[in-house]
Structure formats: C-alpha cells, structure tokens
C-alpha cells in the first residue's frame, strides 16, 4: 500500500473515531451523563482505541473537542477536557503493550484535570477531592468496565479493522 493511501486510512480512521466518539457523548447528553460531578461518557469506553491504532489519539481528541463544544460546555472544559483526552489517548498509546493497564491514563488523566473544571468553570460545590472520586468513578466504568470489553469485541478482527496494509 502506498503512503498516500496508509495516510487516507490513518485519516479515515480517526475521523469515524471523531464522529463515533461525539455520537456517543450525546447519547450520553440524553441521559443527563455527559458532564457534570457525576459522568458516565459511553464515548470514553473509546479511550482504549489508541491500543489498537494510533489514529485514535486524533480521533479522541478531536471527537471529545467537537463534544464539548455541541454539548455547550464551558471554554475552560472544552480546553481542559479536551487536554485531558488528549493526555490519556497518548497514555494508553504509550501502554499499548499492556493491554489492561492501557485504559488506566484516560481514568487518571480526567480524575486529576476534570475536578478542577467542575469547581473553577462551573463552580458546583462539592469539592475537588469529591469530585477525583466521582469523575474517577465514572472513567472506571466506561474506560476499563466498557473500554476492556470494546477490546474484548475487537481483538479477533485487529488485522482487519486496523491494519491499512490489509485494507483495499
């Protein structure tokens, strides 16, 4: 395959992951789970993506930009929670020889960053600490409870899915 077309998959790849990850933050949006102390973003089960390509670091970061902005959040979460995505899909592409440690940087990114967010932008009380907890919480659901079974479903057909010298 040449470099153009390895280029065009890359590109493909991230922005389906882009689109995928801000359709699933709005469906979370619907169910009020999308921001605020206690969030459950489905699209954060995505974070684990950067295991298998390195488009997902794009992707992610691009999708959880393009959510934050759609979902009317603060500038300073849309700066912040973006830097968090961004941070953790560069953690898990860093871990991707540990397949269960890799959904770890997105949880701790977002628990360290977030909380702040939560108390400058919106000023919900509560408190940092409460908050490292609750957003902690909510990461641990979707990065490792959904993420690892994402990778789960998609291991079998790796090669498929994300190897651009096997696509036509």
Same mark, same amino acid.
Do not use: W
């Given at each position: 395959?040449?470099?153009?077309?390895?280029?065009?998959?890359?590109?493909?790849?991230?922005?389906?992951?882009?689109?995928?990850?801000?359709?699933?933050?709005?469906?979370?949006?619907?169910?009020?789970?999308?921001?605020?102390?206690?969030?459950?973003?489905?699209?954060?089960?995505?974070?684990?993506?950067?295991?298998?390509?390195?488009?997902?670091?794009?992707?992610?970061? @691009? #999708?959880? &930009?393009? =959510?934050?902005?759609?979902? /009317?959040?603060? $500038?300073?979460? %849309?700066?912040?929670?973006? +830097?968090?995505?961004?941070?953790?899909?560069?953690?898990?592409?860093?871990?991707?020889?540990?397949?269960?440690?890799?959904?770890?940087?997105?949880?701790?990114?977002?628990?360290?960053?977030?909380?702040?967010?939560?108390?400058?932008?919106?000023?919900?009380?509560?408190?940092?600490?409460?908050?490292?907890?609750?957003?902690? @919480? #909510?990461? &641990?659901? =979707?990065?490792?409870?959904? /993420?690892?079974? $994402?990778?789960? %479903?998609?291991?079998?057909? +790796?090669?498929?899915?994300?190897?651009?010298?096997?696509?036509?």
């Amino acid at each position: 395959m040449s470099n153009l077309s390895k280029k065009t998959v890359y590109i493909t790849q991230a922005a389906l992951i882009a689109a995928l990850y801000t359709v699933l933050t709005m469906i979370a949006a619907g169910f009020d789970l999308a921001s605020g102390a206690i969030q459950v973003r489905f699209s954060e089960a995505l974070t684990v993506l950067p295991f298998l390509t390195p488009a997902a670091v794009p992707g992610l970061t @691009l #999708g959880c &930009l393009l =959510s934050n902005i759609l979902t /009317g959040c603060a $500038l300073p979460d %849309v700066i912040f929670g973006t +830097l968090a995505t961004l941070l953790g899909a560069l953690g898990t592409y860093a871990l991707r020889e540990h397949r269960f440690l890799c959904a770890v940087p997105p949880i701790v990114s977002n628990a360290l960053i977030i909380p702040f967010v939560l108390t400058y932008a919106y000023h919900i009380p509560g408190g940092i600490p409460l908050f490292m907890l609750t957003v902690g @919480l #909510g990461e &641990l659901i =979707s990065c490792m409870g959904l /993420g690892q079974l $994402l990778l789960q %479903v998609l291991l079998p057909s +790796l090669g498929r899915l994300f190897n651009p010298d096997n696509m036509q």
